[in-house]
């Protein structure tokens, strides 16, 4: 079972950008599709964007255009790069292993002004 751990999460304004990173470790890294998952307040968990092994990417609607999913095996790392952000994107933030249904402990990310 690999172990997930997230970072680069924080307080923005509204417009900013931020990169959230995610390490995996005990497990073969570049077998895995990866995903990024967020559970913005009083809602449910919802897809960000998800990565194959073979860097095939997929988005939810509401990111489309702004966020951009990237690994990189070498570093065992998967990236999220957000952009434009709003108050509508405030959630916390959930690296995910789809091959092992593992998860990450959430990173929080909060637009204000």
């Known amino acids: 079972q690999p172990q997930l751990v997230e970072s680069g999460g924080g307080l923005v304004q509204p417009g900013g950008s931020l990169r959230l990173s995610c390490v995996s470790s005990?497990?073969?890294?570049?077998?895995?599709?990866m995903g990024w998952y967020r559970r913005p307040p009083g809602q449910g968990r919802e897809l960000v964007a998800t990565?194959?092994?073979?860097?095939?990417?997929l988005y939810g609607d509401s990111v489309k255009g702004r966020f951009t999913i990237s690994r990189d095996n070498a570093k065992s790392t998967t990236y999220l790069q957000m952009n434009d952000l709003s108050s509508e994107d405030a959630a916390v933030y959930y690296c995910?292993?789809?091959?092992?249904?593992?998860w990450g402990q959430g990173t929080q990310v909060t637009v204000s002004s």
């Open positions: 995910h292993d789809l091959k092992w249904d593992a």
């Open positions: 005990g497990s073969i890294f570049e077998r895995s599709a």
């Open positions: 990565i194959t092994d073979g860097h095939r990417t």
